[in-house]
Nanobody, 122 residues
């Protein structure tokens, strides 16, 4: 059974940092792109960043460029999202997802984690 488990969320002050982890199991990790998405209360889910399999291309939403970094450790079946200079508007539940295409379009992702809460205080 495919499974994605996020961790690393929490409460942080504005300007602080968090590193989210997404551990995958139950499918061939090397064949899948991994995306990070977030959903704030009352808002639609949005793509944050994604990383392709193979040639390891990375993509970022404009709102997080220069602050967030996505990386992958294939030996550990894990993708990380390093989040620096966090802002209150980054507050949301963050989800990782696995799919065949690295895209910010959530409809292309087949497997989803349960999410981890990130709260940034001002």
């Amino acid at each position: 059974e495919a499974q994605l488990v996020e961790s690393g969320g929490g409460l942080v002050q504005a300007g602080g940092s968090l590193r989210l982890s997404c551990v995958a199991s139950g499918f061939t990790f090397d064949n899948y792109a991994i995306g990070w998405f977030r959903q704030a209360p009352g808002k639609e889910r949005e793509g944050v960043s994604c990383i392709s399999s193979g040639d390891i291309r990375t993509y970022y939403a404009d709102s997080v460029k220069g602050r967030f970094t996505i990386s992958s450790d294939n030996a550990k079946n894990t993708v990380y999202l390093q989040m620096n200079n966090l802002k209150p508007e980054d507050t949301a539940v963050y989800y990782c997802a696995a799919g065949f295409i690295a895209t910010m379009d959530s409809s292309h992702y087949a497997y989803w984690g349960q999410g981890t809460q990130v709260t940034v205080s001002s």
